[in-house]
């Protein structure tokens, strides 16, 4: 099953650079920043993509295996998240902003995590929306570049405090 084969890749890579996320560690050279920052341009294609509402350009990014995890759902390929829900993300992104508060990036052979906190504001369907977004996403180096193999969102209403 592919869909079991993307997750226990993307498992195997967040414990191999758990280690790597400590306080003491020394910062990255230039050129083991370089797959960090074509991993992270690939995300920000992405959305990118989506916030000019277009959701064929954001599919061009993704995997065909790609799993994603929104509101408690699954959606196990690229096919699925098409017609499942690219269109309405797009139509979202395109009337909201975001704005990232915090980005952790690690990358190591083919494989790549990016970590970003966000908020999202911005009028959608006669509403005005104020969101803390949570993002993981894990991408996968290819030949044609880096594509989006698992996508992780979650949100919540922002903080009083």
């Known amino acids: 099953m592919m869909g079991s084969s993307v997750r226990t890749a993307a498992i195997t890579l967040l ?4 280690p790597q996320a400590s306080a003491g560690s020394p910062a ?3 050129s083991a920043a370089l797959p960090e920052r074509a991993a992270a341009a690939a995300v920000d294609a992405f959305h990118a993509a989506l916030s000019r509402g277009d ?3 954001a599919l061009a990014l993704m995997a065909d295996d790609a799993v994603i995890f929104e509101d408690g759902r699954v959606e196990r390929s690229k096919a699925e998240y098409a017609r499942h829900h690219a269109a309405a993300d797009a139509a979202f992104s395109k009337t909201t902003s975001s704005k990232a508060l915090n980005r952790t990036v690690h990358a190591s052979g083919h494989l790549a995590w990016i970590a970003t906190e966000s908020r999202l ?3 959608f369907r006669g509403h005005q929306v104020d969101r803390m977004m949570i993002e993981t996403m894990v991408v996968r180096r290819d030949p044609a570049g880096w594509r989006i193999v698992h996508i992780h969102w979650s949100s919540a209403l922002p903080s009083t405090e």
């Open 28 to 30: 990255p050279t230039a």
């Open 55 to 57: 959701a064929e350009g």
């Open 121 to 123: 504001r911005g009028p």
């Open 15 to 18: 414990l191999a650079l758990a």
